[in-house]
């Protein structure tokens, strides 16, 4: 193959021949178009590297023309369209990326460029299954398939002797991802482990969902005080409704007008004229009582009716905790102790929950970590053991969130910050400062790393590792 004179695409696509495998498979396989595919092979015959059982047809151009010429500016964000049911309706996705990455003057036309930015800016976000575009329930040919009809446009190895520039990077790391998501998916163990850690992560989004949406608590709230202005409005409605609870006395010209409603009577006795006095006959002071003992009687409507409202929200708390719902338990605390903020024991009960509630993320969150971290996704492993320390702190969580922000090369101030706070916590622990250790090293701070170092050792002087770090920074040798 050495001696043939051709260049490394045609010697990607010589390699690929084996006899049994056809064009259309050659072409997923190198991530090169059909047509390009053919026209190499049919070089190759010329050559005499290759033989076909029968005569090789012409290539068919079935490339699109680029809707957009190529090394056009774009006047508004780069969006991507998508025909719904093939009614050529278009639905606009939001841009990803800023579109003047699209102007980088690299060997690559504009509707390719476009491809590799949306691929990449979704790497993030994107589930494996979201990644290759199947079911969560596809099984592993519906897997391969996809992965093969997709990974073609993103293999390096097309790209080969082309000008890439930044463009190269994300293409890498597509090419990286899709390889990733394939080789988990196909295989039954990592594809079980993948859909437990889905499901310990949309554990986790709905966890925090539900305690930190502020805004529905708030508008329970002002319900719950509605209900509670409204019950006392109501008992006070019935404490002063003739034939409900007190009735006011007439006198005698009031009982002959209402018998003479009661008779259809054609007239009534006039009412008797009253003199300037007030009409109520009560004196200043009498009438302050009055207003006053109102006033009483009102607020205890109220009291009443806020008790039965907190009450009401006490009695779902307990309810969730019989079913080991913590996080609705702590939610319905939460309202009643917004209407009673001065009750100590509410307030203590709420407090025991959320540490509770919070536990219980933490938990979550330590699952989700450990697969992170086993799966080499450093940054997002360091983010997950944080988020643990915040309900659960300890040293040994901190320690491994500043271990993964050192291995992602990530923010060293962070990294620092955590792992001193694991020294705190466990200052008889090696592990934290060996941590601390390194990153002072990467920081280029010799002097305290040595000084960390040396702590460490004395800590665990069987650990050759830290000796060995020790006598190297001595040296200079690091």
């Known amino acids: 193959m050495k001696s043939l004179p051709i260049g490394p695409e045609e010697a990607f696509v010589l390699s690929r021949v084996d006899g049994r495998t056809n064009e259309s498979e050659i072409a997923a396989v190198t991530g090169l178009d059909a047509d390009r595919v053919g026209t190499v092979l049919a070089k190759l015959a010329e050559l005499g590297a290759v033989n076909f059982d029968g005569p090789l047809p012409p290539p068919e151009d079935r490339r699109p023309s680029p809707s957009i010429p190529p090394g056009a500016r774009l006047s508004r964000p780069a969006v991507e369209t998508q025909e719904i049911h093939g009614q050529g309706h278009a639905h606009p996705a939001a841009a990803l990326y800023d579109p003047a990455e699209l102007d980088e003057d690299v060997e690559l036309e504009l ?34 398939e996809a992965y093969f009809a997709m990974v073609g446009g993103f293999h390096p190895d097309r790209y080969f002797g082309k000008k890439l520039g930044n463009f190269k990077a994300k293409l890498e790391r597509v090419f990286q991802r899709l390889t990733e998501a394939h080789d988990t998916l196909s295989r039954a163990r990592p594809r079980e482990e993948y859909d437990a850690y889905l499901s310990t992560q949309n554990r986790t989004r709905n966890i925090e969902r539900v305690l930190g949406d502020e805004r ?20 006070e409605r019935a404490q002063h ?50 207003a006053s003992d109102l006033k009483r009687r009102y607020e205890e409507r109220v009291t009443n009716a806020r008790e039965a409202q907190i009450q009401k929200y006490r009695s779902a708390a307990e309810e969730a905790l019989a079913t080991g719902d913590v996080i609705s338990a702590a939610n319905s605390l939460r309202i009643a102790v917004s209407l009673e903020p001065d009750d100590a024991e509410l307030a203590k009960q709420l407090k025991q929950v959320q540490d509770k509630a919070n536990a219980e993320l933490a938990d979550t969150y330590l699952d989700q970590a450990r ?68 990153i002072y090293v990467q920081a280029g701070m010799k002097e305290s790393a040595l000084l960390e170092f040396e702590r460490a050792a004395q800590l665990a002087p069987d650990d050759d590792s830290i000796k060995d770090w020790v006598k190297r920074l001595k040296r200079g040798e690091v």
């Not at 708030?218 to 008992?235: F, G, K, L, Q, S």
């Open 111 to 144: 509707p390719k460029k476009r491809m590799i930015l949306d691929r990449f800016y979704r790497l993030d976000n994107a589930t494996h299954y979201e990644l290759l575009g199947v079911a969560e329930n596809a099984d592993k040919k519906a897997i391969k």
């Open 216 to 235: 529905s608590r708030a508008a329970e709230i002002e319900h719950a005080r509605r209900v509670i202005d409204e019950e006392a409005r109501i008992a």
């Open 241 to 290: 409704t003739p034939g409900r609870g007190s009735v006011r006395p007439m006198d005698t010209n009031e009982r002959k007008r209402a018998l003479a409603r009661k008779l259809g009577a054609g007239s009534m006795p006039p009412r008797e004229r009253t003199s300037a006095a007030p009409a109520s006959g009560r004196s200043p002071v009498v009438q302050e009582l009055v």
């Open 371 to 438: 697969y992170e971290e086993r799966n080499g996704r450093m940054q997002e492993a360091a983010m997950s053991y944080e988020r643990a320390a915040r309900g659960k702190p300890s040293a040994q969580l901190y320690e491994r969130a500043a271990h993964c922000i050192l291995e992602s090369d990530g923010d060293m101030r962070r990294a620092g910050e955590l792992a001193k706070k694991a020294t705190t916590m466990a200052p008889k622990s090696p592990e934290p400062r060996v941590t601390l250790a390194k």
